[in-house]
């Protein structure tokens, strides 16, 4: 009966470690991000909800609105730049027509991003396009992440 509790603890034990440690990997993380400026562009289709760096890393989301003016343009060109207006890069998104909201999720990997600027395109221009980072990471792919450092390290 004795090892029966002594396992039982165990697994609470690392259950609240996983907890634990998911809730201060959040909370790091998110405190690090500073909100980011949009730079003047006449473009009310384009709703942007969230747009925040870190020195490292940023996100912007937000939301192309094709209701009422159609927009002819094919892609979405977001351009990054430091506190000083270097240009650091740029990102094009394909626009689809046919759907009359677009969400906009765009993850990028640059140093020191103060500021962006959004314009829509009809052709890309390849010279000073960064890559993405293909998406974050959800609470499920998370937690299994978290469950295999458990398992590893024990």
Not at 52 to 74: F, S
Not at 128 to 148: C, V, Y
């Given at each position: 009966?004795?090892?029966?509790?002594?396992?039982?603890?165990?697994?609470?034990?690392?259950?609240?470690?996983?907890?634990?440690?998911?809730?201060?990997?959040?909370?790091?993380?998110?405190?690090?991000?500073?909100?980011?400026?949009?730079?003047?562009?006449?473009?009310?289709?384009?709703?942007?909800?969230?747009?925040?760096?870190?020195?490292?890393?940023g996100r912007i989301r937000g939301i192309i609105n094709n209701k009422d003016n159609k927009i002819e343009?094919?892609?979405?060109?977001?351009?990054?730049?430091?506190?000083?207006?270097?240009?650091?890069?740029?990102?094009?998104?394909?626009?689809?027509?046919?759907?009359?909201?677009?969400?906009?999720?765009?993850?990028?990997?640059?140093?020191?991003?103060?500021?962006?600027?959004?314009?829509?395109?009809?052709?890309?221009?390849?010279?000073?396009?960064?890559?993405?980072?293909?998406?974050?990471?959800?609470?499920?792919?998370?937690?299994?992440?978290?469950?295999?450092?458990?398992?590893?390290?024990?």
């Amino acid at each position: 009966m004795d090892k029966v509790k002594k396992y039982i603890l165990y697994i609470a034990l690392i259950a609240l470690f996983a907890l634990f440690s998911n809730l201060l990997i959040a909370v790091g993380l998110n405190a690090n991000y500073k909100d980011i400026e949009r730079k003047q562009d006449n473009l009310s289709q384009v709703e942007i909800y969230q747009a925040e760096a870190t020195k490292v890393n940023g996100r912007i989301r937000g939301i192309i609105n094709n209701k009422d003016n159609k927009i002819e343009e094919n892609y979405l060109k977001i351009e990054f730049f430091t506190a000083r207006d270097v240009n650091m890069g740029s990102k094009y998104i394909e626009i689809d027509h046919e759907k009359e909201e677009i969400p906009i999720e765009a993850f990028f990997k640059l140093n020191n991003v103060a500021s962006y600027k959004i314009s829509l395109v009809n052709e890309k221009d390849p010279q000073g396009e960064i890559e993405l980072i293909p998406k974050e990471l959800n609470k499920k792919e998370i937690w299994i992440a978290t469950f295999f450092a458990v398992v590893l390290f024990l």
